[in-house]
């Protein structure tokens, strides 16, 4: 399977919609996913939106419980890797990354336009 880098730097804002869960790799025993170093496998739903109102929701799964990424939080995502997937008829794009953190709120406020810090 081919990795594709994906340039997180041109998806806009990101933002967790739903919290790190442990990925699971056998749904009958509930055996929870590792990586290659033994590190158990999280995902994180995360909202990508760019310009205009549309907003996409993809999975990203990532090594090790990322730490403060809560729902709602504005998030940067390091070494975001797209892998297109085939089993039968079923087909589709799968997301891994080395990393999610969260962004502090003063980080994101700053950026914020004028008029939406609340400011004095």
Request: glycine share 12%; hydrophobic share 40%.
């Amino acid at each position: 399977m081919q990795s594709i880098p994906v340039d997180t730097t041109r998806l806009g804002v990101l933002r967790c919609a739903v919290g790190p869960e442990p990925k699971i790799a056998d749904f009958e025993s509930k055996e929870v996913k590792k990586d290659r170093d033994g590190n158990t496998v999280y995902t994180v739903a995360v909202t990508v939106r760019q310009d205009g109102r549309r907003v996409s929701v993809i999975e990203i799964a990532v090594p090790g419980e990322p730490k403060g990424v809560v729902e709602g939080s504005e998030v940067r995502v390091t070494g975001l890797e797209a892998f297109a997937w085939a089993m039968g008829d079923r087909h589709g794009i799968s997301f891994r990354a080395a990393a999610i953190t969260p962004i502090p709120a003063l980080a994101s406020s700053v950026t914020a336009p004028a008029g939406k810090g609340g400011g004095a």
